[in-house]
Structure formats: structure tokens, C-alpha cells
């Protein structure tokens, strides 16, 4: 029986059910048909800010929140962040709650696959950079950098020696998201490397580029934990580009149905689906 961790979060038992709706369905090796699924989730202050400013990392979640975010973290198979977030959070993208693989649990069972998504290759990582680090110990996975160029042998042979690879895509050059990366693309590689569930936490760039009409289809859950706070002006915001109707008027950039609301501690998370 694997000892129990000094380290590891607590999240009962009781308030699973809330989420479990919201959830992707439980994970099949042999499905080959299922497209990967995708949740976005992110904690967010009253003024819809993610951090005080740009570059740096707020805690915006309490103790219950976190352990609730750590909870999605072991009902994913991957977490994607952008290459801002890895940069300025140096991120241990594994999970802490007691029981899975590395916190009282057998080998690295239940620890998502850390994504970053990098397609010019800025994120100056080294075997120091807390993923890193805690796949060497055991306490989580190496992560998949997705680009858009060639990477460095270097950074490669890093990489893969802790069991992480770089996946390279190719930029749009039509459509919507001409210029970046397409998350049809992104999530159909992750696909083909065996990610059926990935949860998207951030960052700001990364939300409201998701939070568009057209990639609406690719998201099965949306999970917003909001913090009882306003971080003020000049933050990270969470404001996606706004949308007109035919005639002109303004319409709201994106909304959510299916909602379900449910308090963690001070804080307060909501459920539901991009309409
Ligand atoms: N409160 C929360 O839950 C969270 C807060 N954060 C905060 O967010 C901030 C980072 O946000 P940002 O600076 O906006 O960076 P980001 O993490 O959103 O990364 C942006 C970068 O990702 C890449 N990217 C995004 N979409 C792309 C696409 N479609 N194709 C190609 N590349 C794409 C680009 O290189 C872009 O510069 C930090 O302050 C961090 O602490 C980050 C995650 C969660
Ligand atoms: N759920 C949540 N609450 C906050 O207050 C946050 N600042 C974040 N940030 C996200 O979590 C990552 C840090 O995770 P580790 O504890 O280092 O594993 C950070 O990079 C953001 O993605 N999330």
C-alpha cells in the first residue's frame, strides 16, 4: 500500500459529483475513433483577470480550489499551457492530490502529460525548470512542446531522455487562425500521440484565442474558478474579441449554457458549455 504524502492535496470524496458531468469520459486505449476531449479551465479574478500583470504569476485559487483544479488535473490526460504562462509561471503542471502516481500513488498513474504550446520555440527550458524537475523525480511526466520550427538537438536530447519529445506543426496560412497555429491541428496531434482528454489552463492569449465562435466545437467544458478579488487595471484579462451581428450591432464575444455554480471555500466554480 503506497504510503500517504506530506506533499499531497486533499479533495473529498462528496464534492466529486459536481464535476463529474463536466468531465471526459473515462479513458480507452483501444478507441481509435474518439476525437480528443477538450476542457477549458482557468482561475479568475472579479475584473475577469488572470494575473496582477503581465509576465508574473497571481495565486487567484484558495486551498479548496486548488485541490478541485488538481482533482481535473487527474481526470485529464494532458494540460496545455502557452508558452507566456511556462515563461512567467515556471509551472509544475503535475498533480498533487494524494493517491496519484508520485503523491501516494504507483508509478505515474493519473499524472497528466505537461503541453506547452511554443511555436517559435521561446521557452529557454533546462533540467532546473520545475516540469522538468519533477519528471526526474518521478513526481510527474515530461512535457510535449508543441512548435512551428526545428528544435535545438540540445533541448531535444533533454527532453526525450525524461520521456517528453517536441511535436512540429505547420503555421496556418488560411482560415481564421492564419498566422498560428490552428487548435483543430493541435488537438489532432495531441490525438495522435494517444491524448483523448486535455485540459487548456491558460494562458490569456490562449483563452481568448478558444474563446471564439469558430474553435466552439472543439471545447466540451468550460471550469472557471472566480476568486472573491479585483486585481485591477493592466492585468492579464480573459476578454475575447468582441463579435457583430450582420447589421452591425454588437453581440457578446461568447456564453455559456448548461451552467452549473458551486462553492469551494471563498471561492466559487463554474460549470458549463460554450453555447
Ligand atoms: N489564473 C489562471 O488560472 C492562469 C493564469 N495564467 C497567467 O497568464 C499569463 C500568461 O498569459 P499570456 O502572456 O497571454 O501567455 P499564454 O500562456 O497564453 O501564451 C501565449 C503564447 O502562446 C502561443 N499561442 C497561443 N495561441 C496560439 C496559437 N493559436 N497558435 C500558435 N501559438 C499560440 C503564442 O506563442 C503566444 O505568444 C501569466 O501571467 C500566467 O500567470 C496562466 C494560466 C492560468
Ligand atoms: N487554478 C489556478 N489557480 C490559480 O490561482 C492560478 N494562478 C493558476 N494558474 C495555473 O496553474 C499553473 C501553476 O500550476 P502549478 O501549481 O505550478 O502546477 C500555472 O502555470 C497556470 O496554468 N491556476
Known sequence: MAERQRDALQFPEFERDFLEPHLPPKYRADDETRRTFTTLTFATSLDSSLA??????????????????????????AILVGVGTAIADDPSLNCRIEGVGGYGGEGLEGQPRPVVLDP????DFSSDSKVLALAAYGKGRA???ICAKHPPDQKRVLLEHLG???ITLNISDTGPSKGKLDWADILQALRDHGIQSVMIEGGGTVINDLLQPHYAALIGSVIVTIAPTWLGQSGVIVSPPRRWSADGTPIPAARLKDVKWHPFGEDVVLCGKLQ
Open 52 to 77: 496582477l500583470l503581465p509576465g508574473t504569476q497571481t495565486l487567484l485559487s484558495g486551498p479548496q480550489s486548488k485541490a478541485m483544479t488538481h482533482y481535473l488535473r487527474s481526470r485529464h490526460q
Open 120 to 123: 517559435t520555440l521561446r521557452w
Open 143 to 145: 512535457p510535449y512542446i
Open 164 to 166: 517528453g519529445k517536441f
